[in-house]
C-alpha cells in the first residue's frame, strides 16, 4: 500500500494554480512525504468530491474559488478565524476522522505585509477595496493589528454594509461614491477586477504620502493595481504573490505540524514569474 500522504488544492479555474508547486517545494524543504495535486472541482460536485477525496484516505485540501463559503459549510469544526470569515481555505482531516476548517488567508497577508515588506499596521489607515470572499477572511486579521481605521469600499455598496453588520460595524463601509475620507496608509485590494485587467474607480489622492498598495491578485506582470500604486508613488506597490505562499505555509504547518521557510520559496517563484 502507498504510504504517501495525499493532499489537493479543490477550484475551478484551477490549472493555473500555484500551489501544487508551493507545496511540493515545502516537503521537499522538510524532508516531508506527502503528493500534492491540482484538481478542477466546480460548486455542483464539490460535496462528492470532498467526501471521495477524505473516503479515499485525502489527508487534507485546500479549497479556492468559487469553493470557500461550501468548504466551510462542510467542516465539522471551524477555527475562530474560519468562523468569523464564514469562508475556509483549508480543510484537515483531524485524528477523530472529523474534519476542521481554517482559513489562512487573513495571516497569510498580514504576515506578507508586516515580516516580509516590514509594513507597520498599527495606528494605520486602511482601506480594503471589495467585500467579497477575500475580504472576509482578511478582516479580523487586520482589525487585531490596531489599526487607526478600516473602511471597506465595494462596487456594490450594499454587500460592504452587510459585511459591516456582519462584523458589529468594526470597520466603515462604503460605495465607491462615497470615498471622500482622508487618505490612507494602505490601499489593499481585494476585488477581483484584476484578474480581467481592470481596476477599481479610485479617486485621486486616495493614498496617504508613503504610502502602501497591496493587491491580493498576483500574476506574472504586475497588475493594474500595482501599477495603479506606482502611478500613485506608493512607497511599496505589492501583489499577491508572498500572501499565497504565506497562506500555504499556515495550511502546511496545519497538516505538517512542521513550519516551512517561506522567504526561499518566494525568493525562486519571484526569479520563475521574471524570466
Ligand atoms: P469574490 O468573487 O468573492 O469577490 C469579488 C469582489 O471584487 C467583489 O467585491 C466585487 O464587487 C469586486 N469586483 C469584481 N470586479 C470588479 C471591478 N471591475 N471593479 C470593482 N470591483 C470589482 O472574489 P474573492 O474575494 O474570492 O477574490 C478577490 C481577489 O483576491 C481575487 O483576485 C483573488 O485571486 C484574490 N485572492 C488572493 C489570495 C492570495 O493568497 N494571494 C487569496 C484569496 C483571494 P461586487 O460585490 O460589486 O460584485
Given at each position: 500500500?502507498?504510504?504517501?500522504?495525499?493532499?489537493?488544492?479543490?477550484?475551478?479555474?484551477?490549472?493555473?494554480?500555484?500551489?501544487?508547486?508551493?507545496?511540493?517545494?515545502?516537503?521537499?524543504?522538510?524532508?516531508?512525504?506527502?503528493?500534492?495535486?491540482?484538481?478542477?472541482?466546480?460548486?455542483?460536485?464539490?460535496?462528492?468530491?470532498?467526501?471521495?477525496?477524505?473516503?479515499?484516505?485525502?489527508?487534507?485540501?485546500?479549497?479556492?474559488?468559487?469553493?470557500?463559503?461550501?468548504?466551510?459549510?462542510?467542516?465539522?469544526?471551524k477555527t475562530d478565524r474560519a468562523e468569523s470569515a464564514k469562508a475556509v481555505n483549508t480543510l484537515v482531516l483531524l485524528a477523530n476522522g472529523t474534519i476542521l476548517g481554517d482559513n489562512t488567508d487573513g495571516v497569510g497577508l498580514v504576515t506578507d505585509l508586516m515580516v516580509n515588506h516590514n509594513v507597520e499596521l498599527k495606528n494605520k489607515r486602511v482601506l480594503i477595496v471589495g467585500a467579497g470572499g477575500a475580504a472576509r477572511g482578511i478582516i479580523d486579521p487586520l482589525l487585531d493589528q490596531q489599526l487607526?481605521?478600516?473602511?471597506?469600499?465595494?462596487?456594490?455598496?450594499?454587500?460592504?454594509?452587510?459585511?459591516?453588520?456582519?462584523?458589529?460595524?468594526?470597520?466603515?463601509?462604503?460605495?465607491?461614491?462615497?470615498?471622500?475620507?482622508?487618505?490612507?496608509?494602505?490601499?489593499?485590494?481585494?476585488?477581483?477586477?484584476?484578474?480581467?485587467?481592470?481596476l477599481p474607480p479610485l479617486p485621486e489622492n486616495l493614498l496617504a504620502e508613503n504610502g502602501v498598495c497591496y493587491d491580493l491578485a498576483y500574476g506574472n506582470e504586475p497588475t493594474a493595481f500595482v501599477r495603479w500604486g506606482e502611478l500613485q508613488n506608493a512607497s511599496q506597490s505589492l501583489d499577491g504573490l508572498g500572501m499565497l505562499v504565506e497562506q500555504a505555509a499556515e495550511a502546511f504547518a496545519l497538516w505538517r505540524g512542521v513550519r516551512p521557510d517561506t522567504k526561499t520559496v518566494i525568493d525562486l517563484l519571484n526569479v520563475e514569474r521574471s524570466v
Open positions: 500500500m502507498n504510504s504517501t500522504d495525499r493532499y489537493a488544492v479543490f477550484g475551478s479555474p484551477i490549472n493555473h494554480s500555484k500551489s501544487p508547486r508551493i507545496h511540493r517545494l515545502f516537503a521537499e524543504q522538510t524532508s516531508q512525504d506527502l503528493n500534492y495535486v491540482a484538481q478542477e472541482v466546480t460548486a455542483e460536485i464539490f460535496v462528492s468530491a470532498v467526501s471521495e477525496f477524505f473516503a479515499q484516505g485525502g489527508k487534507g485540501l485546500n479549497c479556492t474559488v468559487p469553493l470557500k463559503e461550501l468548504a466551510y459549510q462542510f467542516a465539522d469544526k487607526d481605521c478600516l473602511v471597506v469600499v465595494n462596487r456594490t455598496a450594499d454587500k460592504a454594509l452587510q459585511l459591516a453588520i456582519e462584523f458589529n460595524h468594526s470597520f466603515e463601509s462604503c460605495g465607491f461614491n462615497e470615498l471622500h475620507h482622508q487618505p490612507f496608509d494602505v490601499i489593499l485590494n481585494a476585488t477581483s477586477a484584476s484578474l480581467s485587467n481592470e
